[in-house]
């Protein structure tokens, strides 16, 4: 599928806000309704567009701390990637499982309410898990959202 400027623009303006509605795009952009929709259409049917996400603001719903691992997984005892995954995936403090190429095998977003209970997690459910090996903690102490490579 190739992509016009319009539908360059449609898709920065979906990322700053997803909740915009078609018609609220279409009077920014200069289009009719439908035709908005229909592009909108387009890029969904051509997994241009996969989903919409919620962002919550972490803090007001009661956890402070926000932690990326970094996770390198023992040589010994071979452990399954999809296990790995699966199983770290099903951690509820565990917001995003990425397999990275480096130093570590994945890197974690974790949170927590607080850097204790982010030791509790990091001891009882992280590092208990089979194969892992070596983990390396940052804390994050700001962040800035931004559009993505659009």
């Not at 915009?20 to 259409?41: C, D, E, F, V």
């Not at 565990?94 to 030791?119: K, P, W």
Request: charged fraction near 30%; aromatic fraction near 6%; glycine fraction near 8%.
């Amino acid at each position: 599928m190739t992509l016009d400027d319009q539908d360059f623009e449609i898709l920065r303006q979906l990322q700053r806000d997803a909740t915009q509605t078609a018609s609220q795009l279409a009077r920014k952009m200069g289009l009719s309704q439908p035709a908005m929709w229909r592009r909108i259409k387009r890029l969904q049917d051509a997994g241009i567009i996969a989903g919409r996400e919620l962002l919550l603001d972490a803090e007001k719903v009661g956890f402070g701390v926000t932690v990326f691992l970094g996770v390198k997984l023992a040589t010994k005892g071979r452990v399954s990637l999809d296990d790995f995954e699966r199983t770290v995936g099903a951690i509820p403090e565990v917001q995003t499982v990425e397999h990275v190429l480096g130093l570590y095998d994945y890197r974690l977003r974790v949170v927590a309410r607080d850097l204790a209970d982010f030791e509790r997690v990091l001891r009882r459910r992280i590092m208990a898990l089979p194969g892992v090996g070596d983990v390396e903690a940052n804390v994050l102490l700001s962040e800035e959202r931004l559009c993505g490579p659009i």
